[in-house]
């Protein structure tokens, strides 16, 4: 969804499940022995600072091998049919710059993962087509658009 150079990090949603471990959990899911697990997903944004994404499902999991040490990798499923996914039950979210998970894939969708502009798939930012601090809203997909760095940092606040 946002650039790969991103953070991100899961945290579980309370449930009965929450003492198993992770994989586990995915691993269940997948042989139908117990329902996907719910965690919430963190962006870091810069040291200290970081976004909440959205509520996920944990659908599955796999290991490999990165800089010689095994890791695991989990598949993610936004929970689109929860409260915490749906802006219309967040009124507080009326004008926030956070851009929900759900309206991050609707644009990624529509933009195909590249740059309006240019094609680029690097470094792509989700950018306020009229900026947030001209009173753009982060809501709707309407209003948010894909730009590699480049072009959104040349971009600024101007509306195009």
């Given at each position: 969804m946002t650039n790969r150079s991103s953070t991100r990090r899961?945290?579980?949603k309370p449930t009965d499940a929450s003492?198993?471990?992770?994989?586990?959990?995915?691993?269940d899911f997948k042989n139908e022995r117990a329902p996907a697990e719910l965690v919430?997903?963190?962006?870091?944004?810069?040291?200290?600072?970081?976004?909440f994404n959205g509520v996920f499902r944990l659908v599955d999991v796999w290991q490999e091998t990165a800089e010689q040490r095994q890791v695991f990798k989990f598949k993610?499923?936004?929970?689109d049919d929860l409260e915490e996914n749906d802006p219309a039950a967040r009124p507080d979210l009326a004008h926030n710059r956070m851009i929900?998970?759900?309206v991050k894939l609707e644009v990624w969708q529509r933009d195909e993962g590249?740059?309006?502009m240019c094609a680029s798939t690097d470094n792509l930012h989700f950018d306020h087509i009229l900026p947030f601090s001209k009173g753009g809203s982060s809501l709707l997909a309407e209003n948010i658009q894909l730009l590699c760095a480049r072009h959104n940092l040349a971009k600024s606040d101007r509306i195009e």
């Open positions: 899961a945290r579980r003492r198993r471990p992770r994989a586990q959990a995915a691993r919430n997903v963190y962006e870091k944004i810069k040291v200290g600072i970081w976004t993610l499923v936004l929970a929900p998970s759900a590249k740059c309006t």
